[in-house]
């Protein structure tokens, strides 16, 4: 395949040359333009087509309804208003504390650095989100580090999307030393979707930068296929495990992508190669314009009880929905039967 292509090529280099247009994406795939049913365009310009050349190269040409390809396509059905599906399904607004925080956890708290993200989920929960208002500048570190200081629960920060690997290896390590700086402050938590979409972002300076660090890293991925997985990202992956860095992985549990049990056993499996541990399975956050990727409960409850019957405990994501105003996820499966 080409996707060597991408193994030499700098991340830097990948990200400012992502795809955009709908129909390059559909060319490259030697797919229709038909495929961009009436509207999609349109869903388009709401939400801008993001991908980057390396995820693409993942995807099986000719086929329509690969899975890689259905979770960044736009789609008319994304212009539908469905009961239920809303801007802010998390009601981050109320908990965006000041430009850069939100902290819905007692513990930890999320802070935003970056709005850009190398790839553009179609069913993001915060595809809506005011990032430009929201971003913090440095004359706002004085203010953040109040605010930690003012909160003795908080031991952990948790970079969070936009996509905060997007950033240089120089922002990105002022911000972990200023974190670092804090003596309560223990952990750092990276979430962050583009070592999956660009593998080549785990360069020598990245894990240099996390591996020194004074605060415990734990970096969580974001990959729900296995055919996100290749030998390239897997070995990528590795490479942060093998310098001690925590790998976790969550999914999204997405209709069309991977609804299936057997899906989501090569997932667990597969990160499991990686030494990536399967960390959540997320329903989906309904967030308006990704109603087309929604589950029935009882679909979701059959597949969950299939994933526990053929993975080994310690490779089965927990299944947990994020409630506005929780203190934390909620796990679903088994609570009824409690
Ligand atoms: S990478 Fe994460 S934050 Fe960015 S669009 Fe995808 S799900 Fe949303």
Known sequence: MINYLY???NWQSQLSDLITDPRELLNILELSEQQLLSGALLASNQFKLRIPRAFVAKMQKGNPLDPLLLQVLPHHLELEDHPGFVTDPLGEEQAN???GVLHKYKSRFLLTLTGACAVHCRYCFRRHFPYQENLPKTEDWDNIRNYIESQPDINEVILSGGDPLTLSNR????????????PQIKFLRIHSRVPIVIPNRVDESL???LKNSRLRIILVVHSNHASELDDFTCSQLAKLVEQNITVLNQAVLLNGVNNSAQVLVDLSYRLFDAGVMPYYLHVLDKVKGAHHFDLMPQDIDHIYKELLANLPGYLVPKLVREIAGEKNKTPLFGVSTY
């Open 7 to 9: 193994q030499e090529q």
């Open 97 to 99: 504390q000041q430009p």
């Open 171 to 182: 922002k990105l390590n002022i911000w972990i030393e200023r974190l670092a700086s804090i």
């Open 207 to 209: 894990i240099s930068l």
